[in-house]
């Protein structure tokens, strides 16, 4: 089974492009199953029940999030409606929504869906590394087949999440800081793993951000409107094609594509 999992979806132009680049994606490469992180997908700053639609409408199969699913006061109303739209696990257990999923695929199989959030330089959280291993073993007897999204600042945290939970899952990928990193591999015990997936929006940008407004922010220290920018929009993430009996990996793959729309 091939997974396409989408970075950071950032506003208008990240949504435009999973909508003109993720059904080529299932045409051309066999993609089956997709996941994005749609937490900055409403203008850069939360979610929206129409983000929520337009990404299910391109072909997203399960949307992952992190620190800013909160940022947008109607996702409360959605996310508990929406079972696909996924809050990370490890937050206060009174959130609304929840942190996992495991949907089956075309009765063919089962694919399972883990979010967290990272604890270092990150809003207050429960540990992740906790939640994940009973989360794990829960998702297990439904699917061997599981992909964790762990949604954090250090780089450390990702890599040691990886470690503690490889040969335990599928694939764990990084996402929150919007830079692609280039450590995609397979793990001894057969776990794909990337630090982070990237952003799927305008790279013409700081993080997707006007560029002009984020230096005058540095430069004054004083606070900006930090619109969404526009320029030379690109998808990114990770292919990942995992074997469907074992649920190990196979393959990793960094996509980086241009979006023409």
């Keep these: ?72 006061k109607e996702i409360y109303e959605v996310i508990e409606h929406e079972p696909r739209l996924l809050r990370p696990l490890n937050v206060a257990p009174t959130a609304p929504g929840r942190g996992s999923i495991i949907v089956n695929v075309d009765g063919k199989c089962a694919v399972g869906v883990l979010n967290l959030v990272g604890r270092v330089f990150m809003p207050p959280c429960d540990c992740p590394f906790r939640a994940a291993e009973a989360e794990v073993t829960r998702l297990r007897r439904g699917t061997n087949i599981i992909i964790v999204d762990l949604h954090a600042e250090a780089t450390s945290e990702k890599i040691a999440m990886g470690r503690f939970l490889d040969g335990k899952v599928s694939a764990v990928i990084g996402t929150h800081t919007h830079v692609a990193t280039a450590d995609e591999c397979i793990l001894p015990h057969g776990t794909a793993y990337i630090t982070d997936a990237g952003m799927c929006g305008p790279h013409d940008s700081v993080l997707g951000r006007d560029t002009e407004a984020v230096l005058r922010r540095f430069l004054t220290q004083l606070p900006q409107k930090l619109e969404v920018a526009t320029g030379n929009v690109q998808l990114c993430g990770v292919i990942v094609e995992v074997d469907e009996d074992s649920g190990r990996a196979r393959h990793i793959e960094r996509v980086r594509l241009p979006c023409e729309a």
């Design 1 to 72: 089974m091939k997974i396409l999992f989408i970075g950071d979806v950032v506003g208008k132009p990240g949504r435009q492009a999973v909508a003109t680049l993720v059904p080529k994606l299932r045409a051309e490469r066999g993609v089956e199953f997709v996941i994005a992180n749609g937490e900055n997908s409403a203008h850069g700053v939360g979610l929206t029940a129409t983000t929520v639609s337009a990404l299910f409408d391109a072909g997203v199969n399960v949307i992952t999030s992190g620190d800013h699913i909160w940022d947008q």
